[in-house]
């Protein structure tokens, strides 16, 4: 096993690109996995609580739906958009069902990337305008056109960004950029989206983006004032909100299908991919009637609306239906966010529990009243949650948050068997 192990790493290093970044000072090699659990080449268990970063949302080779793609698969394996297939058209009807406010017309890729670079384009294309205001600490893709929205210098590597695009504070209390404490703040954070429009665009806005809770960023979840604030400036000047739900959507955030709906904003545009086909390549960007058709020209997408990742997604939903899924997030992510808490008390390293649902996050400090960020540490305490045999993710700026995202399958017992690992890591991170 162990020299099948290391013939693995030698043709990751020869035969992949160096930029792709892998977890822990000993990679794991994973071989399968099944509802909560991945098992590596030598068969140990690993509880997963990051979910192939927020994508598993149904748990690992979930049966219903890989019944379903198989069956689909040795009916209808591909086309391309320029042919009509049921299981697009179905997923499409699903989403208008499940989508909030006016948003019915659906167009799938492959990614969120793909689907933001979507959302960008019809925003333009409607409004006649280019100019984009997105968020600090965002994170929305590998492309050129996602990476310039992206607010991380980490992940903008690979040249200059392209123009058009200015980014506003994000409302990160814990580190709030205008040194303010909520809730006596006024919302500075968000009353500045106005500022950034009047001194770093023209005025003539043609879209803001955001994540209800940024992901990447460290799941930074903004207070209930923030996008009603924000909405209302982005439309008093013209520009359309694109609600970035790759990483918030199809319950993740508990009792909701998308997170923004928990701000009482209804988007005129939501992206969606990661959970949408419970790891099935998919994408989709739906929109209003009247911003969908503004698009004009020749669109193609080769493999966005595979019949086989199409039917994926539209099994996915219907379980999260069936199971009550929704209303389980909830429930056990008040859990989850309960046992953060007392395991804050105990354990000083950790200055900030947040989140929604199954999307929690710990950020770590080496000193709660100057918040130094703790990321040298959080890089130690990975290798342990595995050593320990849990999985969980990381992010942040400054690479000192844990993300914390298991399947929306997973139980009170589930959680307790998570919080147990992670508290012995903790300690174990403490005696080093």
Request: charge should be neutral; aromatic fraction near 8%.
């Amino acid at each position: 096993m162990g020299q099948a192990r290391q013939e693995v790493l030698e043709k990751q290093a020869r035969f992949l690109f160096p930029s792709i970044t892998t977890y822990y000072s000993e990679p794991l090699i994973l071989e399968r996995g099944k509802g909560l659990y991945l098992y590596d080449t030598e068969g140990r268990a690993y509880l997963d609580f990051f979910g192939g970063i927020l994508t598993v949302i149904a748990g690992h080779c979930n049966d219903r739906i890989t019944e379903k793609m198989v069956e689909q698969a040795r009916t209808l394996q591909h086309t391309s958009t320029l042919f009509v297939t049921a299981p697009q058209v179905e997923l499409a009807e699903k989403l208008a069902e499940i989508s909030p406010g006016r948003l019915q017309k659906s167009f799938f890729t492959n990614s969120g990337t793909e689907a933001n670079e979507t959302a960008i384009q019809i925003a333009r294309a409607y409004t006649g305008r280019h100019e984009v205001v997105a968020l600090r600490h965002a994170y929305s893709g590998r492309s050129a056109l996602a990476r310039s929205i992206t607010g991380q210098h980490a992940w903008r590597a690979g040249g200059p960004g392209l123009s058009g695009i200015a980014h506003a504070p994000n409302a990160y209390c814990y580190r709030c950029p205008f040194e303010k404490t909520y809730p006596g703040c006024e919302m500075i954070c968000a009353r500045d989206v106005e500022e950034i429009i009047r001194t770093a665009t023209s005025g003539q806005l043609a879209a803001f983006i955001a994540e209800p809770i940024q992901g990447v960023g460290g799941f930074i979840t903004p207070p209930r004032e923030y996008f009603p604030i924000v909405a209302e400036i982005i439309r008093r000047y013209g520009g359309i909100f694109i609600s970035d739900e790759v990483q918030t959507g199809f319950g993740r955030t508990g009792g909701k299908w998308f997170g923004i709906e928990h701000w009482g904003v209804q988007p005129d545009v939501i992206t969606a991919a990661k959970g949408l086909g419970n790891g099935a390549p998919i994408g989709a960007t739906i929109a209003t009637p009247e911003i969908a058709d503004s698009l004009k020209g020749l669109t193609i997408s080769t493999f966005g609306g595979n019949p086989v990742a199409t039917c994926a997604a539209k099994a996915t939903i219907d379980l999260i239906d069936s199971e009550s899924l929704l209303e389980n997030a909830k429930v056990v992510g008040q859990y989850l966010r309960e046992c953060l808490e007392k395991l804050q008390d105990k354990h000083p390293i950790i200055g900030d529990v947040r989140g929604m649902g199954l999307m929690q996050a710990v950020e770590l400090v080496q000193d709660r009243r100057t918040r130094q960020p703790a990321a040298e540490e959080l890089r130690r305490l990975m290798d342990l949650t595995k050593d320990n045999g849990l999985i969980l993710g990381k992010g942040g700026l400054y690479g000192n948050v844990i993300r914390i995202s298991p399947a929306l399958t997973c139980c009170k017992g589930d959680v307790d068997d998570a919080i147990r690992l992670l508290d012995r890591s903790l300690s174990q991170l403490q005696q080093a």
